[in-house]
């Protein structure tokens, strides 16, 4: 077994991703100290053998490095900086990577926190959904020190398949930012053609083979094939954080005195899919809006 394999973690945030990731890291013989909102999310870990802290503080005093997969920057937030937050119990000289989808300026923010208390950070979100993260891969996009990443490296291996080092702290959600973008628009463009051609009286297989099968529709779409088939949409990513992931992207746009029309009108769409009761479900459920398919969950 690998030295760093050793090594003591924390993981906060076991929801669809950070569960998944979290099993991984104790795969590779890594051991765990785990805290979720939820504590029942952290049955299967705890049966793997992972510890229970009683609060997110609880976790930072034992652990060499620690790994947050929460929801939004309101979770990191109250996580870090809350009562019991973590980042007043971590070691000094101890790192915090930070893999939740926040904003750019969030994450700088966090930084500037961590480094108050003596603590490294790094942004690490990740490309790559449900199925990526339980078979270990996921794609980093990692901001701040290289030296920090080179030391959390053989983590991020344990959970991914491909380490994109982007810049400096806050580079690492820039590029998360610009990436969901377009997910979330390739998503919509492909729902409203499928939507344009069956109404033009276009055989529904004939429209999945060419638009599939070609250059025109972004290649992720065709992992959603079978959810539109089959009108279920059991989350891999839940609607609600990609409206969330839009929202941040017009704050990043903002404050960068740039304009983003077709995200903002995006971001409405999925918003008003939300309000219609989809936020639960897998964001591809934004077909199930326009196609008029509203069987919606009880
Ligand atoms: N799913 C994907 O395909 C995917 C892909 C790439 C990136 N992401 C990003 O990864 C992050 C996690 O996504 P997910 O799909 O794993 O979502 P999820 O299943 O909804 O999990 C969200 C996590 O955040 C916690 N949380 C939410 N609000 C909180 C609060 N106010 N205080 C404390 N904890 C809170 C949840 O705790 P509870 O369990 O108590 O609710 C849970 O641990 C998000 O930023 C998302 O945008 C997701």
């Not at 503080?57 to 929460?70: C, H, I």
């Amino acid at each position: 077994m690998a030295k760093e394999a050793r090594m003591k973690v924390g993981f906060l945030g076991l929801g669809i991703m950070g569960s998944r990731m979290a099993a991984n890291l104790m795969k590779h013989g890594y051991e765990l100290v785990v805290f979720n909102r939820t504590p029942q999310k952290a049955e299967g870990l705890l049966q793997q053998g992972a510890a229970w802290a009683e609060t997110p503080r609880a976790v930072a005093g034992g652990v060499d490095l620690l790994f947050t997969m929460l929801a939004h920057p309101e979770a990191v937030q109250v996580m870090a900086l809350g009562p019991n937050g973590f980042l007043d119990g971590m070691k000094a000289g101890t790192l915090w990577i930070d893999c939740s989808t926040v904003h750019p300026s969030f994450s700088r923010q966090m930084a500037e926190e961590a480094k108050a208390r003596q603590v490294r950070f790094l942004d690490a979100p990740v490309a790559g959904t449900k199925g990526p993260a339980a078979a270990g891969q996921l794609t980093f996009l990692v901001g701040g020190d290289a030296s920090d990443l080179a030391e959390c490296q053989p983590m991020l291996e344990a959970m991914g398949s491909r380490i994109v080092h982007a810049g400096v702290n806050g580079q690492g959600t820039s590029l998360k930012m610009v990436v969901n973008l377009l997910l979330a628009q390739g998503m919509l463009a492909f729902a409203e053609g499928m939507v344009l051609g069956q109404a033009l009286g276009l055989d529904r297989e004939l429209l999945f083979q060419v638009l599939l099968g070609g250059p025109v529709a972004s290649p992720f779409t065709a992992s959603k094939r079978e959810k539109i088939e089959g009108g279920e949409y059991e989350a891999d990513f839940p609607l609600r954080w990609l409206h969330k992931d839009l929202q941040m992207a017009g704050i990043a746009a903002y404050e960068h005195g740039v304009v983003l029309p077709a995200t903002s009108l995006a971001k409405e769409v999925y918003g008003l899919a939300a309000r219609l009761g989809m936020a639960d479900l897998d964001f591809s459920a934004i077909y199930r809006l326009l196609s008029g398919e509203m069987n919606l969950p009880e």
